[in-house]
């Protein structure tokens, strides 16, 4: 990972990207802080605290995705598969453009001894294996019964088609067209985590598991959306949920402000009032950051881990040991 010294400049750019595009829906939308702090009064406790447990199932889904993948490269316990993942969602909140992710790929490879370059291989097979989920999900919610927004179907429509030509790359580079006996080690170790699977039985069994993050996280944002008074449908709540993703392209830490940016541009869409739509999707996106922040940490302090830095404890009992040999990768 980059040095602690290079990483804070660039999440506090990324913080105010984030700022800035809140700042410039809640301008465009017409919505002051005072609709927005009325917004926030009467909100409803029950249904948020739903959301914040409902997050954990979506962690352990998201971690069960991963689990799949990578069972071929290092056969760790689903639990550790879990830890894993929420202490990349901890970094997440802190670090700018999905850096959690290469710290979850630090952790494991810490803590097992496998390749960090062959564990981000199947890392990103499961950011294929995400997206494809996305785009299975969506005609189950179409059979629900709501026609979905022209912008929703073009959005999907374009995202089929970054599937498509990713996955077209990653066979490539995982079959016996791109080898050499002069590849570097660390080139060879991603590929064989992008050949840890046989492809027809990944399709297959993301087919199946990857939409249900995708289909859970629409159930628990309609569930959500009763602390403030709204009455979402499945197609609302997954349109909100495609544009806030959709909107994490600004590489904001934690998603902030960003997520809100995207999130209220699609219930206002809806027409959902301007001021109840911005305050829900902040307070939905507190319910999906806190919890799993603060287990990230909790899991990180148990270990004996740093954030940064070396690790500043042996390995407990029930984790794989880490291999003698020197990582390669």
Same mark, same amino acid.
């Given at each position: 990972?980059? *040095?602690?010294?290079?990483?804070?400049?660039?999440?506090?750019?990324?913080?105010?990207?984030?700022?800035?595009?809140?700042?410039?829906?809640?301008?465009?939308?017409?919505?002051?802080?005072?609709?927005?702090?009325?917004?926030?009064?009467?909100?409803?406790?029950?249904?948020?605290?739903?959301?914040?447990?409902?997050?954990?199932?979506?962690?352990?889904?998201?971690?069960?995705?991963?689990?799949?993948?990578?069972?071929?490269?290092?056969?760790?316990?689903?639990?550790?598969?879990?830890?894993?993942?929420?202490?990349?969602?901890?970094?997440?909140?802190? +670090?700018?453009?999905?850096?959690?992710?290469l710290?979850?790929?630090q952790?494991?490879?810490?803590?097992?001894?496998?390749?960090?370059?062959?564990?981000?291989?199947?890392?990103?097979?499961?950011?294929?294996?995400?997206?494809?989920?996305?785009?299975?999900?969506?005609?189950?919610?179409?059979?629900?019964?709501?026609?979905?927004?022209?912008?929703?179907?073009?959005?999907l429509?374009?995202?089929?088609?970054?599937?498509?030509?990713?996955?077209?790359?990653?066979?490539?580079?995982?079959?016996?067209?791109?080898?050499g006996?002069?590849?570097?080690?660390?080139?060879?170790? +991603?590929?064989?985590?992008? *050949?840890a699977?046989?492809?027809?039985r990944? +399709?297959?069994?993301?087919?199946?598991?990857?939409?249900?993050?995708?289909?859970?996280?629409?159930?628990?944002?309609?569930?959500?959306?009763?602390?403030?008074?709204?009455?979402?449908?499945?197609?609302?709540?997954?349109?909100?949920?495609?544009?806030?993703?959709?909107?994490?392209?600004?590489?904001?830490?934690?998603?902030?402000?960003? /997520?809100?940016?995207?999130?209220?541009?699609?219930?206002?869409?809806?027409?959902?009032?301007?001021g109840?739509?911005?305050?829900?999707? /902040?307070?939905y996106?507190?319910?999906?950051v806190?919890?799993?922040?603060?287990?990230?940490?909790?899991?990180?302090?148990?270990?004996?881990?740093?954030?940064?830095?070396t690790?500043t404890?042996?390995?407990?009992?029930?984790? +794989?040991?880490e291999? *003698?040999?020197?990582d390669?990768?």
């Amino acid at each position: 990972m980059p *040095a602690r010294g290079r990483l804070w400049p660039r999440a506090l750019l990324g913080l105010c990207a984030g700022t800035a595009a809140a700042t410039a829906v809640a301008l465009y939308l017409g919505i002051s802080r005072r609709d927005l702090f009325a917004e926030l009064h009467g909100v409803a406790p029950e249904p948020l605290l739903l959301a914040a447990l409902g997050s954990a199932i979506l962690l352990a889904l998201q971690s069960l995705r991963w689990w799949i993948v990578m069972r071929p490269v290092v056969p760790l316990a689903f639990a550790q598969a879990c830890k894993a993942m929420v202490v990349g969602f901890c970094g997440n909140v802190l +670090l700018p453009a999905r850096g959690g992710d290469l710290l979850r790929v630090q952790y494991l490879g810490r803590r097992t001894g496998v390749s960090r370059a062959k564990l981000l291989g199947t890392e990103i097979v499961d950011f294929w294996s995400d997206k494809w989920g996305w785009i299975a999900a969506f005609p189950v919610i179409c059979l629900l019964g709501e026609p979905p927004p022209v912008w929703l179907t073009r959005a999907l429509l374009l995202m089929t088609a970054v599937v498509v030509v990713v996955s077209a790359v990653l066979v490539v580079m995982a079959s016996g067209l791109w080898r050499g006996r002069s590849q570097p080690s660390f080139l060879r170790n +991603l590929r064989d985590g992008f *050949a840890a699977n046989r492809w027809r039985r990944l +399709l297959f069994v993301e087919t199946a598991i990857a939409p249900l993050p995708w289909l859970w996280e629409t159930f628990v944002i309609v569930l959500a959306g009763h602390a403030v008074g709204l009455s979402l449908t499945p197609m609302q709540a997954f349109a909100t949920l495609t544009a806030f993703n959709i909107a994490t392209a600004v590489p904001s830490p934690g998603n902030a402000g960003s /997520f809100e940016a995207g999130g209220t541009l699609a219930l206002a869409a809806f027409g959902v009032d301007k001021g109840t739509a911005l305050a829900f999707i /902040f307070l939905y996106h507190l319910t999906q950051v806190v919890p799993g922040f603060l287990g990230g940490v909790l899991i990180l302090v148990l270990d004996g881990e740093r954030l940064f830095g070396t690790r500043t404890a042996p390995v407990r009992g029930g984790a +794989l040991l880490e291999s *003698a040999a020197p990582d390669p990768g």
